[in-house]
């Protein structure tokens, strides 16, 4: 039973345009989530987190979007660069200290 | 630079030979926390210490244990490796749990070969 679930397995965008990566949850307990980038060959880097009191946070052409009500975050980048191809994994944390983190979507930047 | 240090990078042993992967950090950092990862799954907790404290995930297996000798190393020991261990394990650190700072910094993994 996935309590994280990242639906796109894999997404394309052109450069310089917006690229959205979506991010469902079941568990009403998660308060916390992130979002971790990774390259090949490389463990996870953090890159933008929101907490469930929040319904936006931002940093630089990352944005995180929160929707409690239908256990919905989303994440955008934009413009989209080539260095943003990775593959992209939801986190998200529960009061009772779980971490589940949801399988990753492939980000592919096309010139 | 400070970082989370991961070794080997590649592992293989043998089918129920007893291997230990490692862990070291110079962060400084409270917590420390294992992971497995099969191919296209997510990263899957198996245990995580909060200082000296151990929490073990309800469904790790009995086949892996983990020893934290002092904040700066952490240990993986699978007792009796099956051909369902091999995957890449990922060891992370959080400066805290408390006051929110669940960002993890993640080393580069090693990843597990049984044959």
């Known amino acids: 039973d996935q309590q994280v679930k990242q639906n796109s397995p894999s997404l394309s965008v052109q450069e310089g345009r917006i690229s959205i990566l979506n991010c469902d949850y079941t568990n009403s307990m998660f308060d916390y989530f992130l979002w971790y980038k990774k390259y090949p060959a490389e463990g996870p880097t953090f890159l933008i987190s929101i907490s469930s009191i929040k319904d936006k946070n931002e940093d630089g052409r990352f944005t995180v979007f929160l929707n409690k009500s239908a256990k919905h975050l989303s994440l955008h980048i934009v413009p989209s660069q080539p260095g943003d191809s990775a593959v992209y994994f939801c986190a998200a944390f529960s009061r009772d200290d779980k971490i589940i983190f949801g399988k990753g979507t492939r980000l592919h930047i096309l010139p | 630079d400070a970082m989370v240090i991961q070794n080997p990078r590649y592992q293989v042993t043998q089918f129920g030979k007893p291997v230990t992967l490692s862990c070291s950090q110079t962060l400084n950092h409270n917590v420390m926390y294992w992971y497995q990862q099969k191919s296209s799954q997510a990263p899957k907790l198996l245990f995580h210490?909060?200082?000296?404290?151990?929490?073990n995930e309800a469904d790790t297996p009995d086949n892996f244990q983990s020893r934290r000798p002092n904040t700066s190393f952490c240990f993986l020991d699978i007792r009796s490796p099956g051909l369902g261990d091999a995957a890449m394990y990922l060891c992370?650190?959080?400066?805290?749990?408390?006051?929110?700072?669940?960002?993890?910094?993640f080393g580069p993994g090693t990843r597990l070969t049984v044959t």
């Open positions: 992370a650190t959080s400066r805290d749990r408390g006051d929110y700072s669940y960002e993890q910094y």
């Open positions: 210490y909060y200082d000296k404290d151990f929490n």
